[in-house]
Each structure stands twice: as C-alpha cells, then as structure tokens.
C-alpha cells in the first residue's frame, strides 16, 4: 500500500530565504507526482505534475524534482515572499490507481 | 482556461434535509472527482467518474449519492447526513484516468450538518 510521508508538518521562514519542502513515498512504482497547495478553507491549486520519467519541472520561483528510485521528492521554493504561506500538498498517482495518494501536507508560514 | 468550479461556496443542512452539491468544468475532461477534506486532513477520495460512468466508489456510504449528468456536470446529492460529515468537498477533473494526467481541483464547497 503506498504510503506518502511530508517532513516537516510545519515550517515558519522570515521572507526572502530559500527553502525546501520534502515528500516521500514508499512504492516506487507511480505514474506521477503532483505538488498542490491550499490556502485555509479553499481548493487546491496544482503547483508542478512531474511524470514518473521526468527528474524535475519547474514554474517560476518553483523548482520540483523527482527521485523514483529513493521515493523522493522535494520542492524549492526561492526567495520567498509572505504570500506563499501556505498548506503544500504533496500526491503520488500509484500504478493502476486511479487515485492520488496524498501526503498529510507541509504547513508554510512566511514571516514578513 | 483550467478552471473546476462548484457551487455552493458553503452549506449549512440539518440531518433530515436533502441538498445537492454541484461541480462543473469545461476543459473537455472525461474523468471527474469527488474527495471530502476534513480539517487539518488530506482529501480522500469518494467517488471517480470515468465518460459520465461511475467507475470508482471508495466504499461511501448511501447518504451520499453522485450523478453525472453529462461530462461537463458532477453532482452529489446528500440526505440524512450526520454531522461527522460536515467537511470540505473537493470537486476535481482530468483528461481521463488514465495515470499520465493532471487533477484539477475545484475550490470547494464547505459543508456543515447541523
């Protein structure tokens, strides 16, 4: 059973540093991995999808990577700002599921 | 555009009343989504809907009841609901099932049983 673990469940910054937010998985064997946030009582908003093929993707100030064969993934976030506090979500799409697993999730307080 | 929208925004329901949440996409995605969030907890996933089949029921109990009308529309019909129930419902969508692609996630409608 794949099992997604986030480290650690919270994390408070002051702005402008760089900072990494970890994801593990214990299967290997997944199609994807999505990195989403949440803002309190809201949706999720997909950050990155990094394919099982792919080492990492990014989007502006973001940067994932993907190590399948460790069951790790990180995600960077550079110079970061007040308004990236947040809850970042990781989720692993396993092989023959049609469910993302997800992680208990990161808590992110960027301090002005 | 790559918008899931769902209305309402937030539900306020007494255990014996019947309403309805409501999901709607045009992306032309043929997969769509149903996960309830409770607080503090990652969503988890209730129903998947597969060209406007259900295809995936995570063992969710009667009360709650999808219908997917046509491939833009989910909905979930709720009745006699108990008040560990009250969450937040997510409404997500993707090309397909298959494993290659995207879920797109609506912002939710946060329900209360009273």
């Known amino acids: 059973k794949q099992e997604v673990t986030q480290i650690p469940a919270a994390l408070s910054v002051p702005e402008g540093e760089n900072l990494v937010l970890n994801c593990s998985f214990t299967d290997s064997a997944i199609y994807n991995l999505q990195w989403f946030r949440q803002d309190p009582g809201k949706g999720l908003t997909s950050l990155l999808l990094?394919?099982?093929?792919?080492r990492e993707q990014t989007s502006g100030r973001l940067n994932a990577s993907l190590d399948k064969s460790s069951g790790r993934s990180t995600l960077y976030i550079a110079a970061s700002q007040p308004g990236d506090s947040a809850t970042y979500l990781c989720?692993?799409?396993?092989?023959?599921?049609?469910?993302?697993?997800f992680g208990q999730g990161t808590r992110l307080t960027i301090n002005p | 555009d790559t918008e899931v929208t769902q209305t309402p925004k937030h539900l306020v329901m007494g255990m014996t009343n019947k309403k309805s949440l409501k999901c709607e996409q045009h992306?032309?995605?043929?997969?769509m989504y149903w996960y309830k969030q409770k607080a503090k907890k990652p969503p988890e996933l209730m129903f998947v809907?597969?060209?406007?089949?259900?295809?995936i029921n995570e063992s969710v109990p009667s009360r709650f009841s999808p219908e997917c009308p046509n491939s833009s529309l989910l909905n979930l019909h709720l009745h006699a609901l108990q008040p560990e129930d009250s969450a937040l419902y997510l409404c997500?969508?993707?090309?397909?099932?298959?494993?290659?692609?995207?879920?797109?996630f609506g912002p939710g409608t946060r329900l209360t049983v009273t």
């Open positions: 992306m032309g995605h043929r997969a």
């Open positions: 990094i394919q099982s093929s792919q």
């Open positions: 809907y597969s060209y406007e089949k259900l295809s």
């Open positions: 997500a969508s993707s090309q397909d099932t298959g494993g290659s692609y995207e879920q797109y």
């Open positions: 989720a692993v799409r396993p092989w023959g599921a049609q469910k993302l697993v």
